[in-house]
């Protein structure tokens, strides 16, 4: 299984842009499906955006038309483009590689704090 390393995390003002990446150690083309997820203190984790093998994208509610999720096959990397960043988006993302639904593997997370 793969090893998946985020960074690109930190602090930003409203309105303003964050990139996330997620490096695989290994190949990531064998993975179904790898997305990204958040959690906020006290909340539970949340799905935010995933990717399937074929490329297709998804996006949660509260984040289409914000963030954008894209794969580099080259690069073992999956990014997560967060535009026009809210307060509310405050929250330790972590990225997700699934083989299958009971087979997957998470990153160690990455904060990202959204100032007022």
């Known amino acids: 299984q793969v090893q998946l390393v985020e960074s690109g995390g930190g602090l930003v003002q409203a309105g303003g842009s964050l990139k996330l990446s997620c490096a695989a150690s290994g190949s990531i083309y064998s993975i179904n499906v790898m997305g990204w997820y958040r959690q906020a203190p006290g909340k539970p984790r949340d799905w935010v955006a995933s990717?399937?093998?074929?490329?297709?994208?998804n996006y949660a509610h509260s984040v289409k038309g914000r963030f954008t999720i894209s794969r580099s096959n080259a690069n073992n990397t999956v990014y997560l483009q967060m535009n026009t960043l809210k307060p509310e988006d405050t929250a330790v993302y972590y990225c997700?590689?699934?083989?299958?639904?009971?087979?997957?593997?998470w990153g160690q997370g990455t904060q990202v704090t959204v100032s007022s």
């Open positions: 997700h590689a699934a083989y299958s639904s009971s087979n997957y593997v």
């Open positions: 990717i399937e093998r074929a490329g297709s994208t």
